[in-house]
């Protein structure tokens, strides 16, 4: 396995609609050559299979399952369960510099956002935040509530992205993988990883 500071990035979904987007972004980090530590929530396994198809088996299989159903190495990923408290995720020592949350519920950016760190994700962040490296999280809800707002607003002051599951419509898509790939173009260039599939706005 690839070492943690490595060109490597944490990569958490949670129980938010939008699965697509984190299985894209996955797809596409992994074709770069960028090793993923990959997070999922109860929940989100529940959207993967009701949004995607896709029936996650217990963890002892789960990385090798993923990699499969996205068509990509399973040597550039490896999942842990959210009590994982050894996996590098949970240390700031471990030196891994940038974290993305695809989707993001509700819940876990308020947890997020008052500091709890009951499980990987929720510590993940945390340290992201600790030692003020990258944390880009995409929230998807809608209408959102003055305590969403509020919780994306002081995360905002943090220096948090915020990058909401909005696609734009200027490049004119033609199919839903052109709207998916719209917004995961969006977070690969906040990450600063090369993205020469990217529709560039003049291009």
Not at 127 to 153: A, D, G
Not at 179 to 185: G, T
Request: aromatic letters at 6%; glycine letters at 6%.
């Amino acid at each position: 396995m690839k070492s943690a500071t490595h060109e490597s990035v944490i990569v958490a979904i949670t129980g938010a609609s939008g699965a697509a987007y984190a299985l894209r972004l996955i797809q596409r980090l992994a074709n770069a050559g960028i090793f993923q530590h990959i997070l999922l929530s109860d929940a989100a396994r529940v959207v993967l299979k009701q949004e995607a198809d896709l029936s996650l088996p217990e963890m002892a299989s789960l990385t090798p399952a993923l990699a499969e159903y996205l068509n990509v190495s399973g040597d550039l990923m490896r999942c842990y369960t959210l009590d994982d408290w050894f996996s590098p995720a949970a240390s700031g020592s471990a030196g891994i510099k940038k974290m993305v949350v695809i989707p993001c519920s509700m819940g876990t950016l308020a947890r997020i956002a008052s500091g709890a760190s009951d499980n990987l994700i929720e510590r993940a962040a945390d340290v992201m935040l600790k030692e003020r490296r990258q944390l880009i999280l995409v929230p998807r809800e809608t209408p959102l509530s003055s305590i969403h707002l509020e919780n994306m607003l002081k995360l905002s002051r943090m220096g948090t992205d915020i990058i909401p599951a909005m696609p734009g419509f200027y490049h004119r898509p033609e199919t839903l993988d052109d709207i998916i790939n719209f917004l995961v173009d969006r977070v690969l260039d906040h990450l600063d990883f090369a993205n020469p599939e990217a529709q560039k706005w003049g291009e």
